[in-house]
């Protein structure tokens, strides 16, 4: 990572289950207002990582550090309230609640001032603004992947760890999750994110960090990545 002060800094993170090293000695870091893309097979552990990072599961041993606060083994709420958020690769949201009252229920502790216009601003952002009185279950399962990243945005949180949020996507709606991507981070928002759509990872990340059977591989720009042959066999299969 570049020079600075990085907003998350992990080093020799551990977390087996049974005999699986899904999270084997990761180290990295995260420069404030970076869009930083996360690859690699599946099963190498990028989830695991964000559990451990967002509090979901426990270390075995390392550390993990967030906005000057050493985080590793705290709970996932005290984690939230730090300013870290996160999307799940299952949406989580409220069925019998409309889109607006969603994402008015996202609102942060701390942060419900103001919760109604940051909520209009959130259904134009994410072009929601026509369903913004439908009920969660009756969206599309792209709106719904919208839903949850406009919940995630009123949390107010300074990092945002994105889960295969363009996965299964329409393109229209992969477009609209990219272009909120850009302009949150011109707010100052840093990303973490998730990514096998490699287009997506081309176009708006930073800065790649590549995993594999739990370790960190590799990480650089996009062109680096793509030049290292290593990465390109036990990735992409080339
Ligand atoms: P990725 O997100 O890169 O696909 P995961 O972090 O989800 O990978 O999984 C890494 C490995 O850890 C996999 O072998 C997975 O089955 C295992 N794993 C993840 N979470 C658990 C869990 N709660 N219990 C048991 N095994 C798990
Ligand atoms: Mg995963």
Request: proline share 2%; glycine share 10%; hydrophobic share 45%.
């Amino acid at each position: 990572a570049g020079a600075g002060d990085p907003i998350l800094v992990v080093r020799e993170l551990y977390r087996h289950f049974g005999g699986i090293k899904a999270v084997n000695g990761v180290s990295l870091d995260v420069d404030r207002r970076e869009i930083a893309g996360l690859i690699g097979p599946n099963g190498s552990g990028k989830s695991t990582l964000f559990n451990l990072v967002s509090g979901a599961v426990t270390p075995d041993r390392g550390q993990i550090r967030f906005d000057g606060h050493e985080i590793g083994g705290r709970k996932a709420h005290a984690i939230a309230r730090l300013g870290l958020a996160r999307t799940f690769q299952i949406p989580a949201m409220f069925d019998n609640m409309s889109v607006t009252e969603n994402l008015l229920a996202a609102a942060a502790e701390g942060h419900w001032q103001g919760a109604r216009e940051r909520a209009a601003e959130t259904l134009a952002l994410l072009k929601l603004d026509h369903v913004a009185d439908n009920r969660a279950s009756d969206l599309s399962g792209g709106q719904q992947k919208l839903l949850e990243f406009g919940r995630v945005i009123m949390r107010q949180a300074s990092l945002i760890l994105l889960d295969e949020v363009t996965a299964g996507v329409h393109p229209n709606i992969r477009k609209i999750i990219l272009e909120a991507i850009a302009r949150l981070r011109e707010r100052g928002i840093t990303f973490l994110v998730i990514e096998h759509d490699m287009e997506m990872v081309r176009n708006v990340c930073d800065r790649i960090i590549v995993m594999d059977a739990g370790r960190v591989v590799a990480s650089g720009s996009f062109n680096d990545i793509v030049r290292n042959s290593e990465v390109m066999q036990t990735y992409l299969g080339r």
